[in-house]
């Protein structure tokens, strides 16, 4: 199985939050994969860099050569943009940057790991787990 992780979890693991490490270290013991959406790894240095929190930048860049981060391709985008026309027929609106998250993750077939049930929870086909 791969596991992507959402900006959230990741935020959690740098903190050294119990939980989330703790399943991040079963799934690497199991043998299971974890990646970082591209999206997410946007959403993270950019809150690393308007905070100035240096420690935390050489953490996750520790991180991100343990765990790579993935790359978009034109089906992402497409998935993205029909996640989107769904939501807007059913009324829901959910952030493109979430949007795009789900879609990498169901374009390759990536179980999402997020603590932000509310706004993936309307994404019909995404699977997630919630590991905090």
């Known amino acids: 199985m791969t596991y992507a992780l959402d900006t959230n979890i990741i935020i959690h693991l740098l903190r050294g939050t119990q939980n989330p490490r703790d399943k991040r270290d ?10 970082i959406p591209p999206v997410v790894d946007f959403e993270v240095q950019r809150g690393l860099l308007c905070n ?15 765990f790579s981060v993935g790359e ?18 059913k009324r829901f609106t959910v952030g493109d940057a ?5 879609a990498f993750c169901m374009v390759n077939n990536y179980t999402l790991v997020t603590d932000n ?9 995404l699977t997630f787990e919630n590991w905090i």
Do not use: P, T
């Not at 079963?26 to 990646?35: F, L, T």
């Not at 979430?98 to 789900?102: E, K, N, T």
């Open 26 to 35: 079963e799934a690497v013991k199991k043998g299971d994969k974890i990646i």
């Open 52 to 66: 100035l929190s240096q420690g935390k930048e050489k953490s996750y860049k520790k991180f991100c050569s343990i």
């Open 72 to 89: 978009m391709n034109a089906d992402i985008w497409r998935r993205g943009a029909e996640i989107y026309a769904d939501l807007w027929k």
């Open 98 to 102: 979430d949007i795009l998250i789900a």
């Open 117 to 125: 049930i509310k706004h993936f929870g309307v994404i019909d086909d």
